[in-house]
């Protein structure tokens, strides 16, 4: 008898010893590879993370139509390994790394923060992989070597003019003291900014939800609009909404002057009837016929035109010098060691894998509910506006995706998420940590520490504090009666 176990032990480890050099060959043969003319291959940092990428063979769960190993061909483990490779490519998509790496092309900046996110908590390849792919175990160095070429690509081509050596390579930068603005569109935007004559009752302007004493928000859980309707989703700030990668919560407006068209003819928002009208309204205006015609060409009123200098002025709606800015550009007592640590937790948990850049989020969509069930966990039913970025691409595999918040000025925005339900900041951080990070249940220790980081982004609207600009409102005497 213990001859037959020896005998049955070694046979199993022979098949398990063959099937490992398979799979190994398999792996390697299969592996992406660089084009010839890619300018990777002169890139020393980036030429060591693409391989250890393509050792590790990220794209197998993370990519679609690659030639998968076989036995996800075995019908009991094919139906195991979908469902890896559905979570896998809900959790993160490797196309656009390996175009990058082809292309000699910086990826995203949430595409290098979600990296950094999985290589220093150590959670990629995942213990059953490397049950069958050993070889890919990610080594010390070759994690170094990633979160080295990570760091690269931030100071290269994403770090903030201003931003301490130090920090150039870190997940968040500063804002930038200004952006290229044509001055005179945007003070005609911020004229029409505030004329209540876009509402479809004149007493509503873009300000009326997007105040700027109030943040940029209006501090409501879901926006009021023309008769005191009700929107369905929580109203975004518009400070720095510039860094956004697009606008709305589901991303349908591609950028500041799309955005800006919307809620003027949305009957439940500003409700006027339709841009034609709102435009014959402004030419109207003596002053504005001549500031078109001086800035865009005789008879040039048109939602276009009208747009494009609202967008122009929200783009000087930016806030920095934030307590957190001033850190990043080398002051090292603009935070406290609670906000500092605060700031570690933050990335540690894994929130900075999301919300990182210049505005510290809106560069990316996430699903709600990534880690948990949010939506099942909520005590109240679904809405149209739950099914997120799928409303607008019809796409399932953007079903209840969200833009990513930018996190900028966020202690004084609330309430928070799309559906405006959690009331407090510190409400927002344990739900984020439990629905969206592999941490779930974080103490109240690093509740606290990351709600003191938060307030340091709090920043300045042309050189005066917000808190005190929410304090005091700046501009209501100009609102057009």
Same mark, same amino acid.
Not at 13 to 27: E, K, M, P, S, W
Not at 257 to 277: F, I, L, R, Y
């Given at each position: 008898?213990k001859?037959a176990?020896?005998?049955?032990?070694?046979?199993?480890?022979?098949?398990?010893?063959?099937?490992?050099?398979?799979?190994?060959?398999?792996?390697?043969?299969?592996?992406?590879?660089?084009?010839?003319?890619?300018?990777?291959?002169?890139?020393?940092?980036?030429?060591?993370?693409?391989?250890?990428?393509?050792?590790?063979?990220?794209?197998?769960?993370?990519?679609?139509?690659?030639?998968?190993?076989?036995?996800?061909?075995?019908?009991l483990?094919?139906?195991?390994?979908?469902?890896?490779?559905?979570?896998g490519?809900?959790?993160?998509r490797?196309?656009?790394?390996?175009?990058?790496?082809?292309?000699?092309?910086?990826?995203?900046?949430?595409?290098?923060?979600?990296?950094?996110?999985?290589?220093?908590?150590?959670?990629m390849?995942?213990?059953?992989y490397?049950?069958?792919?050993?070889?890919?175990?990610?080594?010390?160095?070759?994690?170094?070597?990633?979160?080295?070429?990570?760091?690269?690509?931030?100071?290269?081509?994403?770090a903030?003019?201003?931003?301490?050596?130090?920090?150039?390579?870190?997940?968040?930068?500063?804002?930038?003291?200004?952006?290229?603005v044509?001055?005179?569109?945007?003070?005609?935007?911020?004229?029409?900014?505030?004329d209540?004559?876009?509402?479809?009752?004149?007493?509503?302007?873009?300000?009326?939800?997007?105040?700027?004493?109030?943040?940029?928000?209006?501090?409501?859980?879901?926006?009021t609009?023309?008769?005191?309707?009700?929107?369905?989703?929580?109203?975004?700030?518009?400070?720095?909404?510039?860094?956004?990668?697009?606008?709305?919560?589901?991303?349908?407006?591609?950028?500041?002057?799309?955005?800006?068209?919307?809620?003027?003819?949305?009957?439940?928002?500003?409700?006027?009837?339709?841009?034609?009208?709102?435009?014959?309204?402004?030419?109207?205006?003596? $002053?504005y016929? !001549?500031?078109?015609? %001086?800035?865009?060409? &005789?008879?040039?009123?048109?939602? *276009?035109t009208?747009? @494009? =200098? +609202?967008? $122009?002025?929200? !783009?000087t709606?930016? %806030?920095?010098?934030? &307590?957190?800015?001033?850190?990043? *550009?080398?002051?090292? @007592? =603009? +935070?406290?060691?609670?906000?500092k640590?605060?700031?570690?937790?933050?990335?540690?948990?894994?929130?900075?894998?999301?919300?990182?850049?210049? =505005?510290?989020?809106g560069?990316?969509?996430?699903?709600?509910?990534?880690?948990?069930?949010?939506?099942?966990?909520?005590?109240?039913?679904?809405? =149209?506006?739950?099914?997120?970025?799928?409303?607008?691409?019809?796409?399932?595999?953007?079903?209840?995706?969200?833009?990513?918040?930018?996190?900028?000025?966020?202690?004084?925005?609330?309430?928070?998420?799309?559906?405006?339900?959690?009331?407090?900041?510190?409400?927002?951080v344990?739900?984020?940590?439990?629905?969206?990070?592999p941490?779930?249940?974080?103490?109240?220790?690093?509740?606290?520490d990351?709600?003191?980081?938060?307030?340091?982004?709090?920043?300045?609207?042309?050189?005066?504090?917000?808190?005190?600009?929410?304090?005091?409102?700046?501009l209501?005497?100009?609102?057009t009666?």
């Amino acid at each position: 008898m213990k001859r037959a176990v020896i005998g049955v032990v070694a046979l199993g480890a022979v098949a398990y010893g063959g099937t490992i050099a398979y799979l190994t060959h398999f792996d390697h043969e299969g592996a992406p590879r660089l084009p010839a003319n890619s300018p990777t291959w002169h890139d020393p940092k980036a030429l060591a993370a693409f391989n250890a990428f393509r050792e590790t063979r990220c794209d197998y769960c993370h990519s679609r139509g690659t030639d998968l190993p076989f036995y996800f061909k075995v019908p009991l483990a094919n139906r195991i390994m979908k469902q890896d490779l559905v979570q896998g490519q809900r959790h993160f998509r490797f196309e656009p790394i390996l175009a990058a790496f082809r292309d000699g092309k910086p990826p995203s900046v949430e595409q290098l923060s979600r990296i950094e996110e999985v290589i220093q908590q150590n959670r990629m390849p995942p213990a059953a992989y490397l049950l069958m792919h050993p070889h890919a175990y990610m080594t010390e160095k070759e994690r170094s070597d990633i979160l080295a070429w990570i760091a690269d690509q931030r100071r290269r081509y994403y770090a903030t003019p201003g931003v301490a050596p130090q920090f150039a390579g870190e997940v968040i930068q500063p804002i930038p003291e200004s952006l290229p603005v044509d001055w005179a569109k945007a003070e005609l935007g911020r004229q029409l900014f505030f004329d209540r004559r876009l509402s479809g009752d004149g007493k509503l302007n873009c300000a009326s939800c997007h105040g700027l004493d109030t943040a940029g928000v209006d501090n409501l859980v879901t926006a009021t609009g023309i008769n005191g309707q009700k929107g369905p989703i929580n109203v975004p700030t518009v400070y720095n909404a510039v860094f956004n990668i697009a606008q709305f919560w589901n991303g349908r407006a591609v950028d500041l002057a799309a955005q800006a068209a919307g809620p003027v003819t949305n009957p439940v928002e500003m409700g006027s009837h339709d841009w034609e009208t709102v435009a014959r309204t402004i030419a109207a205006v003596p $002053e504005y016929d !001549k500031a078109f015609a %001086t800035l865009y060409g &005789p008879d040039s009123v048109s939602v *276009k035109t009208v747009t @494009n =200098a +609202i967008a $122009e002025y929200e !783009k000087t709606l930016i %806030t920095p010098d934030s &307590p957190f800015d001033l850190y990043l *550009k080398g002051d090292k @007592n =603009a +935070i406290t060691p609670q906000e500092k640590r605060g700031y570690e937790r933050f990335k540690a948990i894994g929130c900075s894998g999301c919300h990182s850049g210049v =505005a510290v989020g809106g560069d990316a969509y996430e699903v709600m509910g990534l880690e948990g069930p949010y939506f099942d966990n909520r005590k109240s039913a679904l809405t =149209a506006v739950d099914s997120g970025r799928e409303d607008f691409t019809h796409a399932l595999d953007d079903h209840q995706r969200f833009k990513v918040p930018n996190l900028r000025n966020v202690a004084l925005t609330g309430p928070y998420f799309h559906d405006g339900s959690a009331a407090t900041l510190a409400r927002a951080v344990r739900e984020m940590a439990r629905y969206q990070t592999p941490d779930r249940d974080i103490s109240k220790q690093d509740v606290d520490d990351i709600v003191a980081f938060l307030k340091t982004l709090t920043g300045k609207f042309q050189g005066v504090p917000l808190q005190q600009v929410v304090a005091e409102p700046p501009l209501r005497a100009q609102d057009t009666p």
